[in-house]
């Protein structure tokens, strides 16, 4: 009748005098090692495994609030959301006296609403802010602990898939390991509890009772019954494999005695205690911790001791309260109900109200939540009220009587178990198993295949095969992107001159959280090469499920000298005289520089690999042209020329003249030979001449000078070098005699 703490331990003990069945011979064991150990297990089950099964799978609203309550952590986040909402109600208390504040001027100024508004905010703004924070806290408190442990595995669909299926796993298999362990352990557990083997005189008044009672329910075996020395309380409970009964039940008549045992049969026929071990074992971590404050206040009974007691262990307390038991009580009340059920069709219906009457004498009202909802018995008048409508299918004549009428049968009370998994279960855990299956599958393979690191590697590289700057930029991290050229860089891969690696292959991948470091192999500019690329897992998701990877290498930066027209894969590259650097992603780069009729730049091969912070200076030197060195020459010649073409003795800018103490009347020049120059570029469009000793020019000068003794004619030779600058202006070479 009544059903203890479910966190208290009670065991039993060896079995009691054996007996002859009511009915039809005892159920056989046979030498199977299973049906020993499961010895006075209920009969109607085919084996133990059905009869297992029939009770771990009755409850599923017990087994789901013990599974969320415990292995979600639960209490942990209770704990967590009252103090977020204490901490933000202080805020909102804090913040809404200040809200009257920020109101407009032109508002508060207003008739009678200004002074209304202004009132309210000001006397009620903090209240407000106050439950709002405190709402706020407690929800977003509680959600964040309910997810941060799996924080590390929601952006693979995979991996959370795989966890929540552990977890499921994890909580079936110690649920079933606690309700294997009660049942098995039942005997030795109940001895340590006080329960003991029923005397002969207890056994002559109880047993042939029980053996009606299992006769009239069509039971054709009892269970071991047992009993415990209380004279006070009147009660008996079933477990899984003993009924247990207090001595003071002796003192009742044979018809109450009648009653009592076949509602206890009825709970041991239909396993509620196997029923309960399991969601007692699937909440088995949050139920150790619970029977901690419990054994504590039934030890220490005491207002201040239970206040000490609550505020350590209340996150504990207020789950089992509010979560686990009152999900599971509701199908514990359910099976009090048709243990009456059992009685009524056994005859003792009489015997049941006289018990319920009893028992109403010691109920109080059911006012709180533990009387009402937590509550594993109806209350007695509820049941009282039942079992006036409540009749054997027998006595009705297979009739309803009238509409309130319930008939009882044994196919009511105990209907066939089936197999291990009946036709519906197999067909549900099929349908959902295929669905995991399927779903699980899918987002594996998704995952592998679309958001795997490496697969971010493959795309990176397969964009720069293709030219596309724009793609492989779009797989760099955000962080990285930030302030490049995308469009610079775009142009530059996109060119021609542009070599992208080949051979790409990655060697390995090590990954440690949100950061992944990929070793790649491949070639470049004809060597092979091997790099490291990082990647960093990225914050928002796909669908919210599918977490992608990205690159947090950036371009290299490429140092460049002032040089004009300077291009990149014939991109040019605005340059300063300070130089300039450009960021190029992985691959070969031709560098180039500014070619004219003087100079060129010859083209340099620059290889960048993935990773690379930096490329050593680059220098881009001009060289001089042949067909520059001739035009210099053409262009000095006709320097030259300009000044054999004077009829001066010393034509200016020029490098010869004629000098001897004598006035000159009329001069003629001629070239007798061109001096040999010698170029030092200065610039891609300057640079020095000068004429070497041993190779200098000769130039003739014939004329008269005026003297003493009258005219006299000369003719004489100058040798002369020429230096200078030549400089491309307008792309024509112009010599510039002197030494800037």
């Not at 009606?212 to 209380?230: T, Y």
């Not at 450009?582 to 091969?605: I, K, M, R």
């Not at 200098?696 to 004489?716: C, D, K, L, V």
Request: glycine share 10%.
């Amino acid at each position: 009748m009544r059903d203890p703490d479910p966190d208290q331990v009670r065991p039993a003990i060896e079995e009691p005098p054996a007996g002859n069945p009511p009915t039809g011979p005892q159920p056989t064991t046979g030498s199977n090692r299973i049906e020993q150990r499961f010895a006075n297990r209920p009969p109607g089950y085919p084996n133990a495994l059905v009869w297992l099964r029939a009770g771990i799978m009755r409850d599923w609203r017990g087994v789901l609030g013990a599974f969320v309550a415990t292995w979600f952590y639960v209490p942990v986040a209770l704990l967590a959301a009252v103090y977020g909402a204490f901490s933000l109600a202080v805020i909102g208390l804090i913040g809404g006296t200040q809200v009257a504040e920020s109101v407009p001027q032109e508002l508060r100024d207003a008739p009678l609403i200004g002074g209304l508004i202004d009132a309210f905010l000001t006397r009620s703004g903090g209240v407000l802010g106050g439950f709002i924070g405190f709402g706020v806290g407690f929800l977003v408190g509680f959600l964040v602990l309910l997810v941060l442990p799996w924080r590390t595995v929601v952006d693979e669909p995979a991996t959370l898939f795989t966890g929540l299926a552990g977890m499921v796993a994890a909580a079936a298999l110690v649920g079933l390991l606690y309700t294997l362990y009660r049942v098995l352990l039942e005997p030795w557990l109940l001895s340590v509890s006080g329960a003991r083997r029923l005397s002969r005189r207890e056994t002559e008044r109880l047993r042939p009772i029980l053996y009606d009672c299992a006769q009239r329910l069509g039971l054709p075996s009892v269970p071991r019954l047992l009993i415990e020395d209380n004279t006070v309380l009147t009660n008996a409970r079933a477990y899984s494999r003993h009924v247990v009964v207090t001595t003071s039940l002796l003192t009742e008549s044979d018809e109450d005695i009648a009653a009592l045992l076949s509602h206890e049969l009825v709970h041991w026929r239909t396993g509620d205690e196997v029923t309960s071990a399991f969601v007692r074992g699937v909440a088995l971590p949050l139920v150790l911790i619970h029977a901690v404050p419990t054994w504590l206040m039934r030890t220490f009974p005491h207002p201040v001791t239970d206040f000490v007691i609550f505020v350590f262990f209340w996150p504990v307390l207020l789950t089992m309260k509010y979560v686990v038991l009152p999900l599971h009580s509701r199908d514990v009340r359910a099976a009090e109900y048709r243990a009456d059920a059992g009685a009524v069709l056994a005859g003792h219906a009489q015997g049941m109200r006289d018990m319920l009457e009893q028992r109403k004498s010691f109920e109080s009202g059911r006012s709180g939540w533990d009387e009402a909802v937590c509550a594993t018995h109806p209350a007695s008048e509820l049941r009282l009220d039942r079992l006036e409508r409540l009749s054997p299918v027998a006595e009705a004549g297979g009739v309803r009587a009238d509409d309130d009428t319930i008939l009882v049968s044994s196919a009511d009370l105990f209907p066939g178990p089936g197999s291990v998994a009946n036709r519906q279960t197999l067909v549900v855990a099929g349908a959902l198993a295929l669905v995991c299956c399927l779903g699980g599958t899918l987002l594996t393979v998704t995952q592998w295949a679309l958001f795997r690191p490496q697969v971010v590697v493959g795309d990176y590289f397969s964009a720069l095969d293709d030219h596309d700057g724009r793609k492989a930029l779009s797989l760099l991290d955000p962080d990285v992107r930030a302030g490049l050229d995308g469009d610079q860089l775009a142009a530059m891969v996109g060119a021609k001159g542009y070599q992208p690696p080949s051979d790409v292959k990655v060697t390995s991948m090590e990954r440690d959280g949100d950061e992944a470091v990929a070793t790649v192999a491949f070639t470049l500019a004809g060597q092979q090469v091997t790099s490291e690329l990082p990647l960093r897992r990225e914050e928002s998701a796909t669908l919210g499920l599918f977490h992608g990877w990205r690159i947090t290498a950036g371009p290299t930066a490429l140092s460049l000298p002032g040089v004009p027209g300077l291009t990149v894969n014939g991109v040019a590259v605005p340059v300063t005289e300070e130089g300039a650097v450009v960021a190029l992603l992985p691959g070969a780069y031709t560098l180039g520089g500014e070619s004219n009729a003087l100079s060129e730049t010859p083209a340099q091969l620059v290889a960048v690999r993935p990773g690379q912070d930096n490329v050593p200076d680059v220098q881009l030197t001009p060289t001089l042209t042949a067909t520059g060195q001739e035009a210099a020459e053409q262009s000095v010649r006709q320097y030259l020329d300009a000044c054999a073409a004077t009829t001066v003795a010393a034509p200016e800018n020029c490098p010869f003249r004629f000098y001897n103490g004598a006035p000159v009347q009329k001069i003629a020049w001629k070239i007798i030979e061109y001096p040999k120059i010698q170029m030092e570029l200065t610039g891609p469009t300057t640079a020095r001449v000068r004429t070497p000793y041993e190779t200098q020019g000769s130039a003739r000068a014939t004329g008269r000078t005026a003297g003493f003794y009258g005219i006299t004619p000369f003719t004489e030779d100058e040798t002369f070098g020429v230096s200078g600058v030549l400089s491309l202006v307008d792309g024509k070479l112009t010599f510039r005699a002197g030494d800037e």
